[in-house]
């Protein structure tokens, strides 16, 4: 029984060994071989990365950038530079105008506006006789004349459009007439900007963080008559203004993009010569500037009221005035009957009204005004009153509650 014993014990030790050895070979042949195809992949793959960088790099370095520099053939490439590099930025086709526009120059002397207005102006030359069977033209003349205008009108479009969204106060300033448009053929006239005054409802959101422009942006959109949304660009008090709803806006449009007043109203004449207003689609005349005044303070107190709870604006009720005058002849009444305080206060409430508070430099103005060119009473010895009752008193009850 021993011997067996032995054999097996030395049989068991040998045949480990050679298991061993096995193994080891086996286990260095695969750690071997992995790490050359490990290493194959990876210098073929950082190969072909490294020769799309460069090509990309070679074709980006063919556009020009913002500022006519070149950008540099790197390899290296980190995500800020991606993010933030201007001139990376500004090669890219859909690249965001909103923040384009905060980095905007002056563009209202590009020669191409002086182009356009020469060409105006030789086209007027021909308005007069285009509509009355033109024989003293040649109409190949016409023709090119018109040619000419379409392409110069693009043209402008292009500049016209930046201005829009770099600087829309002097956008507005430059725009051409409504009625001089109207008169222009269709084809040149598509290439120009639309007039607008409405009320609309305006979004905003606050965007376009990056280190050259720290503070963002608001973007604004809106819905205009025409039944297409825009792009708003506004300036002054209004640039910053949040979401808000019937706002009273007014300004010009081209292509996606509206320009907005900072203000309400426009001050604008009638064909008739008359002083007016615009304001939310009404052509508003009025007699004399106190009116004027003290209509803009209502729409400016209006506005004032807008806050996080209060988006909708309350504008006066017009009720169909067709003027100014028309307006405050509804809203106030000058009794020339001489009577009491008392006496006056009562009648006011007969007529479902109130004596008049003033509340302003500008209603005081205006009051005043009101009296001086009424028709005033007399006093009981036959003298024109020099005097009328407004809501305040010298009685014990002060605020003429009783």
Known sequence: MPVPKKL????????????LYSRFFGLAFFFSATCIVAFSLFFQTDKRLVD??????????????????????????TTTEIKYNN??????????????????????????????????FDYKKFTC???????KHDPREIYKLVQIGEKLASERRKVFEKIIRGDPRKAIAMALPQNLINSLPKAIASNLESWHNQRLDLDSVHVCYDPNHPQGLIKHW?????????????????????????????????????AMSSHSFRDVKTRSGKNAIEFAGNTLTYK??????????????????????????????????ASLSEYYDKKYDLVSTPMTWDAAKSRARQLNGRLVVINSQREQEFVYRQYKDGALGRDPQGNPARYGWIGATDSADQNGSS
């Open 129 to 135: 006789l285009l509509d009355d069977n033109c024989s």
């Open 288 to 321: 004399n500037h106190f009116e004027r005044d003290l209509f803009i303070e209502e729409i400016e107190k209006a506005e004032s009221e807008i806050s996080i709870l209060k988006k909708t604006v309350s504008y006066p009720v017009m009720a169909g005035s």
């Open 87 to 120: 001139s990376l930025t500004d090669q890219n086709p859909i690249e965001d105008e909103w923040c384009q526009a905060r980095d905007y120059k002056d563009l209202s002397n590009d020669p191409i506006f002086a182009e356009f207005n020469r060409w105006l």
């Open 52 to 77: 799309k960088r460069e090509k990309h790099n070679d074709e980006r370095t063919a556009l020009p950038s913002k500022n006519n520099d070149t950008i540099p053939n790197s390899v290296s490439i």
């Open 8 to 19: 097996f014990s030395r049989f068991g030790f040998r045949q480990f060994l050679a298991n």
């Open 222 to 258: 809106a819905i205009l008559e025409d039944g297409k949304k825009y792009r708003v660009w506004t300036h002054g008090k209004r640039k910053k203004m949040q979401t808000v709803r019937g706002i009273a806006s007014w300004g010009i449009s081209l292509g996606k993009d509206f």
